[in-house]
């Protein structure tokens, strides 16, 4: 059983990723990682974990763009 910070982190992770999604679409990866790229430069790493994780989120909702790779038969 999870504890109650580990649901809410979850609960607030797909929040924000579905967020993300609902306001830019197939940008919403974009935005995420300039957020998480922002909070480096800011010197906030514990801002830019976060907003890694949501990164990655935003990921599982829209894709990343990258179709399967296959092999080529000749």
Partial sequence: ???????????SIS???RLLVDQHGDQ?????A??????????RMDLACAWEVVYQAVLGIVGD???PVSATLH
Avoid at 28 to 32: D, G
Avoid at 34 to 43: E, N, Q, S, T, Y
Wanted: with cysteine; proline share 3%; net charge negative.
């Fill in 65 to 67: 763009g990258i179709g």
């Fill in 28 to 32: 919403a990866p974009l935005m995420a």
């Fill in 15 to 17: 929040w924000a990723a």
């Fill in 1 to 11: 059983m999870q504890d109650d910070i580990c649901i809410v982190a979850d609960h």
């Fill in 34 to 43: 300039k957020c998480a790229r922002d909070m480096v430069d800011a010197g």
